[in-house]
């Protein structure tokens, strides 16, 4: 079955730092990978998504993700965090099987310090 | 577009009594899908339809809870009798096709607190 590790409930960084959330799945077929944000009192929104092609995708916001199939990853990355970055990300993969719907992660909570 | 709309944003109840959560989805979308999310489960799917017809509804915690989609442009989520511990903030979205490939579109919730 399909599943989501999202490493580190909690993550902190300075503004104008890296940011890095790490996402591994496991998934039996090729997966289809997604990373969505929730910024407070507000529904999720797609930042970026991996289905076939390129390995490296580009999202909102500055934002990227690298599709790892020996690591079976796809971490999420920004060169500089801005303070309205805030907020929570989640890590989703395919299920299998039609694909019909997604298996989200617990999600990570960013906070960006001045 | 308006997006997805759901209503109420905020229902404060009473345990026993009923809840209707309501939700418009995208035009267009033929995909739709109710999920729960709380500090302790996260985010839950709870029940997806696919032109109007239920598909899965494994996530549906008990017999208490009950969805329906009468129509393209319509859902309801009901909760009979409510219970304390269904506080939660309960999402509609919806997509054009299948949501593990599509990009699915979320209302903003609607947070319930059953007292």
């Known amino acids: 079955a399909q599943s989501v590790t999202q490493l580190g409930s909690h993550v902190s960084v300075s503004e104008g730092a890296l940011v890095l959330l790490r996402c591994n799945y496991s998934?039996?077929?090729?997966?289809?990978l997604f990373w969505y944000v929730q910024y407070p009192n507000q529904g999720l929104q797609l930042l970026l998504k991996?289905?076939?092609?390129?390995?490296l995708v580009k999202g909102i916001n500055g934002f990227e993700a690298e599709f790892k199939k020996s690591e079976t990853s796809f971490h999420l990355t920004k060169p500089s965090a801005h303070m309205s970055d805030a907020a929570e990300y989640f890590c989703?993969?395919?299920?299998?099987?039609?694909?019909?719907?997604?298996?989200f992660g617990a999600g990570t909570r960013l906070a960006v310090h001045p | 577009d308006a997006g997805v709309i759901q209503s109420p944003r905020h229902e404060v109840t009473e345990m026993g009594q009923e809840v209707t959560l309501r939700c418009k989805p995208i035009s267009g979308h033929d995909y739709l899908f109710w999920y729960r999310q709380t500090m302790m489960r996260g985010l839950e799917l709870l029940i997806y339809?696919?032109?109007?017809?239920?598909?899965?509804d494994s996530g549906m915690p008990e017999d208490r809870f009950s969805a329906k989609m009468p129509n393209a442009s319509f859902s309801t989520l009901k909760i009979q009798p409510s219970e304390p511990r269904d506080s939660a903030v309960y999402f509609c979205?919806?997509?054009?096709?299948?949501?593990?490939?599509?990009?699915?579109?979320f209302g903003p919730g609607t947070r319930l607190t059953v007292l």
């Open positions: 998934s039996s077929v090729p997966p289809y």
């Open positions: 989703a993969v395919s299920q299998a099987g039609g694909y019909n719907k997604l298996i």
């Open positions: 991996y289905t076939t092609g390129a390995t």
């Open positions: 339809f696919n032109n109007n017809v239920p598909i899965d």
């Open positions: 979205a919806s997509s054009p096709g299948l949501a593990g490939v599509n990009t699915q579109y």
